[in-house]
């Protein structure tokens, strides 16, 4: 099993900036790649940035680009999502998810999730 856990979120005003941060551990595995997704209120879980793990190829959605980076660190097997510029819309719950291989199978892991909450 794999233990995915996010940190970082919290309470901004509109215009400032948070970093998340989210950790894979467990039984040994090999990383494929993680991203970030968030769910607001009453609305469906949307993606929101994604780095592989080789060659840390970044994907972002429209909506954060120039303003959101991920970043990841190999050794801590760890990624983080820089949020600037942020606005009461990105207000939503931050789920990290990992896509790892254990023994040659592909598997999909999500943390608990960390709160966002821009005032405006």
């Known amino acids: 099993q794999v233990q995915v856990v996010e940190s970082g979120g919290g309470l901004v005003q509109a215009g400032g900036s948070l970093r998340l941060s989210c950790v894979a551990s467990?039984?040994?595995?090999?990383?494929?790649?993680m991203g970030w997704y968030r769910q607001a209120p009453g609305k469906e879980r949307e993606f929101v940035a994604a780095?592989?793990?080789?060659?840390?190829?970044?994907d972002y959605a429209d909506f954060v680009k120039g303003r959101f980076t991920i970043s990841r660190d190999s050794a801590k097997n760890t990624v983080y999502l820089q949020m600037n510029s942020l606005k009461p819309e990105d207000t939503a719950i931050y789920y990290c998810?990992?896509?790892?291989?254990?023994?040659?199978?592909?598997?999909?892991?999500w943390g608990q999730g960390t709160q966002v909450t821009v005032s405006s």
């Open positions: 467990g039984r040994p595995f090999s990383t494929y790649r």
């Open positions: 998810n990992v896509l790892v291989t254990i023994a040659t199978i592909l598997g999909s892991y």
């Open positions: 780095i592989n793990w080789s060659g840390g190829n970044t």
